[in-house]
């Protein structure tokens, strides 16, 4: 059975290795991606199989397995570190493809107005439940991308978007699969400017695994540059979280 306490300990191996040599980490990495590949993914498969309850700090969440758990994944921890130094009192907040809503329910108990918004129904359907869990008030969109979010300016916009290049099958896939060509990216940075001013902070999470040239290159025909702020590295991957500026600024 797979338990926290297994979990964590595979997540602390990854991310605390900055001070051992480097023939010791190649050698962790080839034994960590086999253990992964053989042993950890099956596992956790099977455990994301059921709902989960998850916790935190004060957050409380009820998972189902069509939506994406951020418990497991480096990339919303990444960006809950970042925003846990931000001022969000009173600020507009919309989370994009929210999923869970642990980032959007963060932020509300921060004090921040918050939209969250998802493609997947069930996702949705979550969102109200865990925004009753939380006793928090979230405006709540089932929407494809911004396609039916009312038109209005955001202090922030926080987004785990999905970035494995491959055209998704399902609602929830969605939370994984960006296209073949990264469709997912050209209508984002297509769509976003009306969701903006100048001050807008817009927070992308992505990792070095994923296709970072053809990331740049749609943002770019949008007239955007990616720039990051914050980075974390482990054994496998490196989190980066980027801000989203004009390239006319």
């Given at each position: ?5 297994a ?12 001070s ?24 956790l ?35 809950l570190n ?13 989370e994009l ?13 921060q ?17 109200e439940k865990?925004?009753q869990?939380?006793n928090?008030?979230l ?10 979010i009312?038109?209005q ?19 929830a896939?969605y939370a ?5 060509h ?17 001050q ?13 040239e053809?990331?740049n290159r749609?943002?770019?025909n ?10 974390r590295k ?16």
């Amino acid at each position: 059975m797979l338990t926290g306490k297994a979990v964590n300990s595979i997540l602390l191996i990854l991310t605390d290795h900055s001070s051992l040599p480097q023939v010791i980490i190649s050698f962790l990495k080839r034994i960590i991606k086999y253990l992964i590949g053989t042993v950890y993914k099956p596992l956790l498969a099977k455990y994301l199989s059921s709902t989960r309850t998850y916790r935190y700090k004060s957050v409380r969440l009820i998972i189902p397995p069509q939506v994406f758990h951020p418990g497991f994944f480096f990339s919303t921890k990444l960006l809950l570190n970042y925003l846990g130094n931000q001022s969000l009192q009173k600020k507009t907040f919309l989370e994009l493809g929210a999923g869970s809503g642990l980032i959007a329910l963060y932020a509300a108990k921060q004090g921040a107005i918050v939209t969250a918004t998802d493609i997947n129904p069930v996702a949705v359907e979550y969102l109200e439940k865990n925004q009753q869990r939380n006793n928090v008030t979230l405006k709540i969109i089932l929407s494809d991308l911004f396609t039916s979010i009312p038109v209005q300016p955001f202090d922030v916009i926080a987004i785990n978007p999905p970035y494995f290049k491959k055209n998704p099958q399902s609602h929830a896939e969605y939370a994984w699969y960006c296209g073949i060509h990264g469709e997912y990216f050209e209508r984002l940075f297509k769509s976003i400017g009306p969701y903006m001013y100048a001050q807008s902070q817009v927070l992308l999470i992505l990792s070095s695994v994923c296709d970072m040239e053809m990331i740049n290159r749609h943002a770019e025909n949008s007239g955007w540059l990616l720039k990051p702020v914050l980075t974390r590295k482990n054994i496998l991957e490196e989190m980066l979280l980027f801000r989203l500026e004009s390239l006319s600024s």
